[in-house]
């Protein structure tokens, strides 16, 4: 008995990109997700610094033009803490993401430059500073 192999389906997804005017939600049917951009209060400056912090932005970059999109072969991002920028496909395999879920991967540009990214939140630079009173919060909810 000969038995044939059935070839792989094969299915290239299109990506997403989406301008950003805060305050906004953003539903992404692609992915299933949407999202929320607005501007908070920082009081006490907390939120810089813990677990919510990371998905904050300095203000002053929601009067730019931003942009929700997919990730893209070649794009890097400097995470908060480092020197330098690393590529996303180094980050993906560090953090075991599969290759079907890469392509879903949602990050906001600013100009050329990655500010935030899902799991790893503002790049470097892009967070509130010290003196910051308000931050752009940046939040997923799944579909």
Known sequence: MLLELAEPVRTSFPGFQYSIQVPAVIPIPEIGSSFAFELIPLASGKARYNGEGKDLLDRRFSEGSLVLRNWRPGDAYRQ????????FKELFQRQRVSKSERARW????????????????????????????????IRETKS
């Open 80 to 87: 908060r803490g480092h020197r330098k920028p690393r590529k």
């Open 106 to 137: 949602p990050v906001v540009v600013a100009g050329d430059e990655i500010v935030w990214s899902r799991t790893w939140g503002s790049a470097e630079g892009f967070a509130p500073g010290s003196g910051s009173t308000e931050a752009l919060r």
